[in-house]
């Protein structure tokens, strides 16, 4: 069974003040927010490389922490993992010795994970006999990750281990991160301002506003509700929705997406029919008609109820639609909603073009997720 990771926390730096509680349990949770909001600050506290000024860290009822008890184990007590955005490998050691240089540390009855595991997970047989000095970036931070597993740890803290790469390296290292919580079961904290990461990554979305959480729940439920646009990026405006990869037309470069609401055609994407997806689908792509229209080149027509209808300023509007109990986000003009007069309740029809999205509006979802509809 997976590990439960327990926080709450105060801590003073300056004028700034953390102040955050929530439980982490299995599968990835992701900490999202605009650089300064407190994640690797949170995440040096719960891996003991800062001290809280109050509060308690717990995983599994085993207490890290404890103001009130006067309790802080040492980093080196704590058995987490910890991959930082720079890799840390000892550049004297070849890749085999980087790999067991924590496992060493622990008594054979302690290590859960084997190192043949992680090499086959992780494809770095033919590293082993290599120095980090002859690496790319990406088959660093591959050892990095296999590393922190082979101290087999209780919950793997990762600090933005992509931001330093680019985007192939990234491609090359997202499928491996993707199935870590799932192969080796063990919880994953995850610090990332990146929406593609959080798209492919997490189980669980925590958002991080300022020293606070300001919100903890699902992807498809976070990204899709306005509530949180300032924190997630004015750009990001729109609904995430979970579906499933159900055929191609080829010669149209076409896929098919079914979702409770019904089909969604994208551009073609290089997965296996039955492949789990999350489907991001930007507000402004999304056209809203009173009544199906006829001779249309818009691939997708969804029936969907209005569920809210909200001014963002003088000139925009927000409108949740209920695509099949998915929430499906669209903006439109001031002018649109004056003529149109939607309002909660109403049946309309929602537009969106196939080629608006993009590959990488589409990601795997992870092992393992636990699907919630928008209530």
């Not at 802080?72 to 490998?89: A, D, I, K, M, T």
Request: charged content about 20%; glycine content about 10%.
């Amino acid at each position: 069974m997976s590990a439960m990771l327990e926080i709450d926390v105060t801590r003073r730096q300056g004028d700034f003040t953390l102040e955050i509680a929530f439980t982490a349990g299995s599968g990835v949770t992701a900490l999202f927010g605009q650089s300064g909001s407190g994640k690797t600050s949170l995440i040096n506290m719960v891996a003991g490389l800062s001290q809280p000024d109050r509060g308690r860290i717990a995983v599994d009822g085993k207490v890290l922490f404890d103001s009130g008890r006067g309790v802080n184990l040492p980093p080196e007590s704590r058995r987490l993992g910890y991959v930082f955005q720079e890799h840390r490998l000892f550049p004297h050691l070849s890749v085999h010795d980087n790999l067991c240089f924590g496992m060493k540390r622990l008594p054979p009855a302690e290590r859960r994970i084997s190192v043949d595991h992680v090499v086959s997970v992780l494809g770095i047989g033919p590293l082993l006999d290599r120095r980090p000095t002859g690496l790319s970036g990406g088959e660093k931070q591959r050892v990095a990750i296999g590393r922190a597993l082979l101290a087999s740890p209780r919950i793997l803290l990762m600090d933005e281990p992509l931001a330093s790469l680019d985007g192939g390296r990234k491609n090359e290292l997202l499928p491996f991160i993707a199935g870590l919580s799932r192969q080796f079961d063990i919880p994953i904290v995850y610090v990332s301002h990146s929406m593609e990461e959080v798209l492919r990554l997490a189980d669980t979305l925590a958002l991080i506003d300022a020293g606070r959480l300001a919100a903890i729940g699902s992807v498809e439920d976070l990204l899709s509700s306005p509530n949180y646009a300032a924190l997630t990026g004015h750009g990001e405006a729109g609904s995430v929705i979970a579906a499933t990869l159900t055929g191609e037309e080829s010669a149209f470069g076409i896929s098919t997406l079914a979702f409770p609401g019904g089909e969604l055609k994208v551009s073609q994407i290089a997965s296996p029919s039955g492949t789990l997806v999350r489907v991001r689908i930007h507000a402004q792509d999304v056209a809203i008609a009173l009544a199906p229209p006829v001779g249309l080149s818009v691939r997708n027509q969804l029936s969907a109820v209005v569920r809210s209808v909200t001014p963002l300023d003088f000139y925009l509007v927000d409108v949740i639609l209920d695509c099949g109990g998915c929430a499906l986000w669209s903006r439109i003009t001031a002018e649109a909603q004056s003529e149109l007069s939607l309002r909660p309740g109403m049946s309309v029809t929602a537009l969106i073009k196939s080629l608006t999205i993009a590959r990488g509006d589409v990601a795997d979802r992870p092992f393992g997720l636990v699907d919630t509809l928008p209530g």
